[in-house]
């Protein structure tokens, strides 16, 4: 027990565990019923369960976006590869199918974008930000293409079970992130996987010598990504009912990022903490559920979140730590 | 006699290093001067304090009898020494004219850059190099060999007095070294003092008029090429003193081990265009073999090719007799081989993972994914070698990047050790490490060696070849020239070998 606390306190994401803790006391203190959970029809509602629930498609991709990072590489399409995904599910979910022939293709689609990238970056030799901006752009175009420049809405309750169903109390959804998380988590650390991945993001030449296929290993974590985005887009698509080619992920390929550089994985690759991402995706959706229980115009959360982020990075910079420590002790020795 | 540039005990100290002691260069007018020495001799640590790149140091340097201080290589080069680097300090993206006079562009009125006088005065500066170019080509459009001359033009238009050429010749073909060499003699001509380094004896006899040798930061002496014979100037730049040390050392020399009928791994005509010519070798267990040769001889890139670094264009590879694949290092490693890289720090460790982790890791990756070693087991495996190997290190946690630079050698090797090896391959495996280390390091492959492992041993240090191997292939320009076994392998021989050379081989770049 003891050692476990020395690990989380040692961990790179530390401070963003520390900083959550004092959002959610702030909160607690200072918004209105913000810890109530309350049972109706034995579902469990409150703030906390809408924050869990709205960050269930950032941890998603916050998960394949991580062992990207992990391998120095940076995957921007997730974002085009929901809308990708959604339209393909809204699509047939408007067939009257069965749940598994609307979830299985999407899924495929998303696996095929995600070994586009992956071959772009690992057999190409591509730079990964310009191979995943390719299919960050076409992707939204073909799913235009396939709504047919429509929003298509669609009723399937089987489907919709995804965001609207509950199990034990809890939303669906959770289950399905903290499923994949456990899994990957399994798959990197109970097989030498996550060691390879660390080892190419480290330093992809003396991996090579020691007999590791870094083009292997990124082709996995790209397809793996795209994965985890199709499963995000099959989520945020039954929310609203329908597939918005134009509006759906946008942006949100940068929330991974954000969760993922939060969670303590360095952009230049190495080490992963795939627990540091989910706090990272919790930081992102508790800060945007404060602003708003504030009261803050919604354009305005932008320059918080903004704020916050600077804040954060700046207190895991290990050389701004050492600046302002020494500009303490500069202090103290002219006091 | 009046030099144009004279640098009078030059000596400069890094933290803990003393990189160079109390040297001479002197450089006359009119003469193309080679600066010899092997890797770590100093000879790149002069030319960054001629050219105003190292600062302070010791000693003075006077040019045209006046005493200089650049502190930069701009100031060097507006005083009037300019350096060509290895590495060109040219922007590839922009036009031959641009790279020429950038940052002393002619303007006309209003700060306007005057395009027309640039292209004439480019145009004007090439013919002196009897290069007729298009100036408004993007650089990289052309030739390595023309961005070199480029390269020397920028520098005649800062009216260079001195020109210093940092191996300008590792990357050129025969032809295209000839016509450098056609266009030095030009320029010296034209009464330039020029500093030529190159690791190409064939090339320095062709074009100097003197050598200055150093070695271990230290001036070994002023030569007279003409007067200088081969095996001289190698004893000047490898040291005579190896063979007086080498008997102090209380190293028992090895005995051949009986040849065996199949060789563990045998190597036919291995070929690489362009890096190694085609070469036989053969590696028996229980036997080191070592790799004699200057700096850019050969031998590293031999390595490589016989590990899968760089595939075959050419030739075979045999493992008990069979043909095995070399595609990549996997491949190699599987046939039981290991390979410690020259450049430790970028192609041997990963740096920010454990100790623990980097000795498991060639084992695991051997083993696969999904055969991963239990947490117990890394740390039984990584135990035993840090004791076995006494890698000084606080425990297997510790990031690798921390440790010593011999205790990182020994974390790679153990990293082999743990697979299931046969044949190891060490390039310059002691480079940079202290005495005590380097001399652990050498027991460590004579013992792995007496327990049946066929050894591979590369170094730039022939007494530290001769006193390990039993056997030693010599390498020079790039292909194997001789090997020497038992008690021929001594340091005498394998210079008299690299002076000697191949007859017919006459420095030729392939």
């Known amino acids: 027990m003891k050692k476990f606390a020395l690990n989380i306190i040692r961990s790179p994401y530390f401070w963003s565990l520390v900083f959550l803790a004092a959002l959610f006391a702030f909160n607690l203190a200072f918004t209105e019923r913000f810890g109530v959970v309350e049972v109706k029809d034995g579902r469990l509602y409150g703030n906390i369960i809408d924050i869990l629930r709205r960050s269930v498609p950032t941890m998603l991709l916050g998960t394949g976006m991580t062992l990207v990072i992990a391998t120095g590489g940076i995957d921007l399409s997730v974002g085009a590869i929901i809308a990708v995904a959604g339209a393909i599910a809204a699509l047939l979910a408007r067939g009257n199918f069965h749940f598994m022939i609307i979830v299985l293709p999407p899924l495929l689609a998303a696996a095929v974008a995600g070994c586009w990238n992956g071959f772009l970056v690992a057999k190409a030799g591509i730079q990964p930000f310009v191979a995943t901006l390719i299919l960050m752009v076409s992707g939204r175009g073909v799913a235009q293409l396939l709504c047919g420049g429509q929003i298509i809405k669609f009723s399937h309750p089987a489907f919709e079970y995804l965001s609207a169903g509950y199990v034990f109390g809890l939303p669906f959804g959770l289950y399905l992130s903290a499923g994949v998380l456990l899994s990957v988590w399994l798959l990197t650390r109970r097989t030498a996987l996550g060691l390879f991945i660390e080892s190419v993001g480290i330093n992809p030449v003396a991996s090579r010598h020691v007999g590791i296929s870094a083009s292997r290993i990124k082709l996995l974590v790209y397809v793996f990504s795209g994965i985890c985005a199709g499963m995000a887009g099959l989520v945020l698509t039954t929310e609203i009912r329908g597939a918005d080619a134009n509006n759906v992920g946008l942006n949100l390929e940068l929330d991974a990022v954000l969760a993922t550089v939060l969670g303590g994985t360095s952009m230049t690759g190495g080490k992963f903490y795939l627990a540091g991402s989910v706090v990272g995706a919790l930081i992102i959706q508790t800060l945007t559920t404060t602003i708003l229980a504030r009261g803050v115009a919604r354009p305005a959360t932008l320059v918080v979140k903004a704020f916050v982020v600077i804040l954060i990075s700046l207190i895991q910079s290990p050389s701004f730590r050492a600046q302002v420590l020494r500009m303490g002790k500069a202090g103290e020795a002219r006091a | ?510």
């Open chain 2, 1 to 510: 006699m009046d030099y144009l540039l004279e640098a009078l005990g030059i000596g400069i100290s890094f933290p803990g290093v003393r990189a160079l002691g109390r040297v001479d260069f002197r450089l006359r007018r009119g003469e193309i001067h080679a600066l010899m020495g092997q890797n770590g001799a100093g000879k790149s640590t002069l030319l960054k304090i001629l050219s105003g790149v190292y600062r302070p140091y010791e000693g003075r340097v006077l040019l045209r009898g006046q005493e200089t201080r650049a502190s930069s290589p701009t100031e060097a080069q507006r005083a009037g020494i300019s350096t060509v680097h290895q590495e060109l300090n040219l922007i590839p993206t922009l036009s031959v004219a641009e790279n020429l006079f950038l940052g002393i562009q002619p303007l006309r009125a209003m700060r306007q850059i005057d395009w027309k006088k640039i292209h004439k005065e480019a145009e004007k500066v090439l013919s002196r190099l009897n290069l007729k170019i298009d100036v408004s080509e993007q650089l990289n459009s052309y030739s390595v060999a023309v961005q070199q001359l480029v390269a020397i033009a920028r520098a005649l238009l800062f009216s260079a007095d001195v020109l210093i050429l940092d191996e300008p010749t590792s990357s050129l073909d025969k032809e295209e070294v000839s016509n450098l060499f056609s266009v030095m003699r030009g320029l010296k001509a034209d009464g330039l003092g020029i500093v030529f380094v190159t690791h190409f004896l064939d090339q320095m006899y062709e074009i100097s008029d003197r050598a200055t040798v150093l070695r271990n930061g230290e001036l070994v002496g002023e030569f007279e090429v003409a007067k200088l014979s081969r095996i001289d100037l190698i004893t000047a730049m490898v040291g005579e003193e190896v063979s007086a040390r080498r008997a102090e050392e209380k190293f028992e020399r090895r005995r051949v081990a009986a040849s065996e009928p199949t060789p563990l791994l045998e190597v036919r005509e291995a070929t690489r265009f362009g890096a190694v010519a085609p070469f036989d070798l053969s590696f028996n267990r229980g036997e080191v073999l070592g790799f004699a040769g200057l700096l850019g001889s050969g031998r590293s890139e031999a390595a490589r090719l016989i590990f899968g670094v760089d595939g075959l264009d050419r030739g075979e590879v045999r493992m008990d007799g069979h043909v095995i694949k070399l595609s990549s290092p996997h491949d190699a490693i599987a046939a039981g081989m290991g390979f410690c890289p020259e450049d430790r720090k970028t192609e041997g460790i990963i740096g920010a993972l454990s100790v623990r982790e980097n000795i498991i890791l060639a084992l695991q990756a051997n083993r696969g994914i999904f055969n991963r070693l239990s947490r117990a087991e890394q740390e039984n495996i990584a135990e035993r070698f840090i004791s076995s190997l006494s890698i000084k290190t606080p425990n297997g946690e510790q990031a690798v990047r921390n440790l010593s630079g011999g205790n990182q050698q020994k974390v790679i090797i153990a990293r082999w050790l743990a697979s299931n090896l046969r044949l190891l391959i060490l390039d310059e495996p002691t480079r940079g490490i202290d005495v005590a280390a380097k001399t652990e390091i050498q027991k460590l492959i004579l013992t792995l060696a007496d327990e049946g492992l066929a050894v591979l041993f590369i170094s730039s240090e022939l007494d530290e070849v001769t006193r390990c191997c039993q056997r030693v292939a010599v390498w020079r320009d790039r292909r194997k020239i001789g090997e020497l076994s038992g008690d021929d392998a001594r340091v005498e021989n394998i210079m008299e070998t690299i002076a000697r050379g191949r007859e017919e081989s006459g420095g030729e770049n392939i």
